[in-house]
């Protein structure tokens, strides 16, 4: 069997792994969390708006970090993800943290939530972050999943590395230590890697260093939402990321990961569409 064909079970493996690193790591700074207040990343905090009230699902939710966030604002959240080591995690977070009543974790692949949450057109906000779409072969499937979940007239919010800037890596940098290119940005094929760093720590070694993502273009993504039976709101698009994507860039006051200079490429895009009615 290729990577490409056993890219779940090899992504699978590598996130349960990432699991126990990210608990400790410095990347993920669960203080304001367990002190009652959460944050999110300065994009999303700057675009989100409010959500309590709202029955929020939360897709590809890592160990619970954001959804358990969005709970403390009020909101009635599912969170699911493909790895039983996050969701265990998320179950244990939320239990700490007094908000079983309102927050619920579902461990399924992506492929499979609308079985897995047989709920469908009940969400006011279906909410998906940074390193998400990356690890998931079908974009359009994806966006059908993501309209199929949320009611009429409700919101996806939507944040992610920016696919313009997915082509570059500092795997073969240029003279002047700026990323080198990596990836054809409209190839769509599957990129198998053995790559045992973690972006949250750069101590950790991952043994499960295997892994198979796919670089969505842009066009893709929102092409697929509005075929989805979503109506695009906005576009943003921006030159900071919430991880250090490369090397050269510096980190800012926001938390955030600049351009040490101009802003050459956007890092990362977000947007929100509506379900239409
Ligand atoms: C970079 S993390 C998302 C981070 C998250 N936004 C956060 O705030 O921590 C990517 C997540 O996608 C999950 N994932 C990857 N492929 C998946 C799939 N096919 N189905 C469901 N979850 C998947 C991983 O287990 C991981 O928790």
Partial sequence: MTADKDWRALNRANWNERVGIHLKAPGYDLAPLRAGCGRLNAIEEAELGDVSGLRVLHLQCHFGAD?????????????????????????????????????RFVCADLYDAPSAIPEAASFDLVYVTWGATCWLPDIRRWAEIVAGFLKPGGRFYYADGHPAALVLDDLVPQPDGMPGFFAPYLDRRALTFDDPSDYADPEARLQNSRNVSWLHPLSDIVTGLIDAGLSLDWLHEHAQVPWRMFRILVQRDDGDWHWPDRPWLPLAMSLQASRRC
Wanted: proline letters at 3%; a negative charge; hydrophobic letters at 55%.
């Fill in 67 to 103: 959804t358990l966030c969005l709970a403390q604002r009020g909101a009635t959240v599912v969170g699911l993800d493909f790895s039983p080591a996050a969701i265990d995690a998320a179950n244990a977070l939320a239990a700490e943290l007094g908000l079983t009543g309102r927050a």
